[in-house]
């Protein structure tokens, strides 16, 4: 028998693992209720409904996910070696989180539920955009850091720079899911990063 917290993790493990390949709205209660192996009074008991669930599950994913982002964009880590690094854990979650059998190329389950859902979901909304804020915020003390050292091209807005950057890798991502294309993927992060920062070539 599971405890209570053993329980509400195994929910929130097993939504974000069926978000990975299904569309949300083609996810019921009753499909993480079983997948997880658990009762529907046991998902009441710690979810009011399914968007409770998977906003939850997200950010469970997201603190588990952050020690790594930390490490990344520490102070500590010259800005230029934080960019390579970003590059290649974005690349790295690829080979991580893909599923067998499916696309070569995963995308954020949580921020595309996000564009799915209309305002009878608004938490999954809400939630999509506060965990996509914190990784912006992320990506802006990098860019900060490269304009402070004199490595990009042009004197840009540090929040705009940063907010593209998180849109074109979630668009070419997106892309490269579609396409089944990771090698295109591989090769156009780096490239198009570079070209949205205005990186300088010597610093490339």
Request: a negative charge; glycine letters at 8%; proline letters at 3%.
């Amino acid at each position: 028998m599971r405890n209570a917290e053993e329980t509400r993790t195994k929910l929130l493990e097993t939504a974000i693992e069926l978000l990975s390949t299904r569309s949300y709205h083609d996810i019921g209660v009753s499909d993480v209720c079983k997948h997880a192996g658990v009762t529907k009074g046991a998902f009441y008991h710690h979810f009011d409904s399914k968007a409770a669930l998977f906003a939850a599950s997200a950010r469970h994913h997201w603190e588990k996910g952050k020690d790594e982002l930390r490490a990344i964009f520490s102070p500590e880590v010259p800005p230029v070696e934080q960019l390579n690094r970003y590059i290649e854990l974005v690349c790295d979650k690829q080979e991580r989180y893909a599923v067998p059998g499916e696309s070569e190329v995963c995308v954020c389950p949580i921020f595309t539920a996000g564009g799915q859902v209309g305002p009878e979901d608004m938490e999954i909304q809400n939630c999509s955009r506060e965990l996509a804020d914190e990784q912006i915020k992320y990506l802006a003390s990098m860019v900060r850091g490269l304009k402070g050292e004199g490595m990009l091209g042009e004197d840009g807005d540090v929040t705009t720079l940063a907010r593209l950057v998180f849109q074109y890798v979630h668009g070419l991502l997106t892309y490269g899911k579609v396409f089944n294309d990771l090698d295109t993927v591989r090769s156009d992060l780096r490239e198009g990063i570079y070209r949205i920062l205005n990186l300088q070539c010597k610093f490339r």
